[in-house]
Every structure is written in structure tokens, then in C-alpha cells.
């Protein structure tokens, strides 16, 4: 078993052809999770921006990011990094890369919404910057689990 240096994580453009190696990795990190074609429609359309990073020799999917530009604003609709690449950074890269390239692009907030009770993820985020600026009360209904309020975040870039 080799060990991954974290320090060589190759962050590169996704496109659709990327679609359903996407996919997989959405599937075994969320509850619902978006098939392929999902992926590659998102993908595809001309505001979308999306990132994947990827590690050790041969190069593996470690995570993505994908968001959506419009006017001066950008969204991240979804970012997920694999358990086994969790805690090492990756999606700092990846969630920064994208705030770059919104830049880049005249974008001036980044805006995301995530699960409060999805503390690493929060955390991530808070520790790169991002502020609440609202809430949606009971937003995510999961299955054995009490309905939870989405936070509702920016970032001024």
C-alpha cells in the first residue's frame, strides 16, 4: 500500500466527459446523489465552472467542486472529496480554485449552502471565510433523521 503526499494534489478543469467518474464519487458521499447524466448536463452548460482534483501516481479522483456563474455572482452547487482523501486539505484547493476562477470571471460573492449539521463541512468553509447570510428552517429532509436548516453562505471575493 502506497501513501499519498498531499503536498502533489493536481487540481485541473472537469468537463462532461468527466461525468460519470463525478457521479461515483457523489454516490458514496451523499444521500442523494446525482446519476451521470445529471453530471453531464451541469457540465455542459455554458455558466458552469468545475473542478476536480486528483492524487498519487497513477492519478486517482480525490474530489471535485462545481459551480455556476452568472452576472457578478458564483454558486458552489456541490463539492465532495472521497472519505479517503477527507482531512487532508483537498477541498480547501478546491473550493479556493474555484473563488479564483469566479474572480477571474468578474464574480464579486461566492455563495453556497451546505447542512448545519454537517460540521466538517461548515467548519471548512468558515475557516476559509465564508459568513452566513440566512437560513432555511427544516430544509433537509433525510431518512431516520430529524429535518435539519440549510445555512445559507458567502464570500466576498
Known sequence: MSVTDYRHVSILWASPEHAQE???LHAGLFEAPWDAAAFTK???HPGSTALLARVGAPPRLAGFVLGQLAADEAEILTLGVSKDHQRHGIGSRLVEALGRAAKKAEARRLFLEVAEDSVPAVALYKRLGFHEI???????????????DA???????
Request: hydrophobic share 45%; net charge positive; with cysteine.
Open 151 to 157: 445555512l445559507n453562505l458567502a464570500l466576498e471575493l
Open 134 to 148: 440566512g437560513r432555511r428552517k427544516a430544509y433537509y429532509v433525510r431518512s431516520g433523521h430529524p429535518a435539519c
Open 42 to 44: 451541469l457540465l455542459g
Open 22 to 24: 463525478l457521479a461515483d
